[in-house]
């Protein structure tokens, strides 16, 4: 009896615990775009390279490899992808990670960092269809 309580009751219980995950991770993604909107509108768009190149389709992609943008030498040369270590370590300081690059801009909280991150994240396929990255 205890047993057919507890099987029937597993799949309600990952059901909300896959809400729950979700939910956070709404809430982290309108964290991240809050912060991009303030930290990085100055020189990014979403969709358009401007000082610096669009950021939709950021993660995953290959450092320096957006058609037509100039970018610095070293990012040009830098063998990288952008995923959630790169970004954290250049967020963190660019100069430090990739000497010679022109970004002159940190995100020194760790937690808008990771924000910031799960935002990009989300504006890359397949996530790109999400409510919140559509917004922009």
């Given at each position: 009896?205890?047993?057919?309580i507890?099987?029937?009751?597993?799949?309600?219980?990952?059901?909300?615990?896959?809400?729950?995950?979700?939910?956070?991770?709404?809430?982290q993604?309108a964290?991240?775009?809050?912060?991009?909107q303030k930290?990085c509108?100055?020189?990014?768009?979403?969709?358009?390279d401007?000082?610096?190149p669009?950021?939709?389709?950021?993660?995953?992609?290959?450092?320096?490899?957006?058609?037509?943008?100039?970018?610095?030498?070293?990012?040009?040369?830098a063998?990288?992808v952008?995923?959630?270590t790169?970004?954290?370590?250049w967020?963190?300081?660019?100069?430090?990670?990739?000497?010679?690059?022109?970004?002159?801009f940190?995100?020194?909280?760790?937690?808008?960092?990771?924000?910031?991150?799960?935002?990009?994240?989300?504006?890359?396929a397949?996530?790109a269809?999400s409510?919140?990255?559509?917004?922009?």
């Amino acid at each position: 009896m205890k047993t057919t309580i507890l099987i029937r009751a597993l799949p309600l219980c990952l059901a909300l615990l896959a809400a729950t995950a979700q939910a956070q991770d709404n809430r982290q993604i309108a964290q991240g775009q809050r912060v991009w909107q303030k930290r990085c509108t100055e020189c990014h768009t979403l969709d358009v390279d401007d000082t610096g190149p669009h950021h939709r389709g950021v993660f995953g992609r290959r450092a320096g490899s957006v058609k037509g943008y100039d970018y610095s030498r070293a990012l040009r040369k830098a063998n990288l992808v952008w995923d959630e270590t790169s970004l954290d370590r250049w967020l963190t300081d660019p100069e430090k990670f990739l000497p010679g690059q022109n970004m002159d801009f940190r995100v020194r909280s760790k937690e808008e960092r990771a924000a910031l991150i799960v935002y990009l994240k989300s504006l890359s396929a397949p996530a790109a269809a999400s409510p919140v990255a559509a917004q922009n």
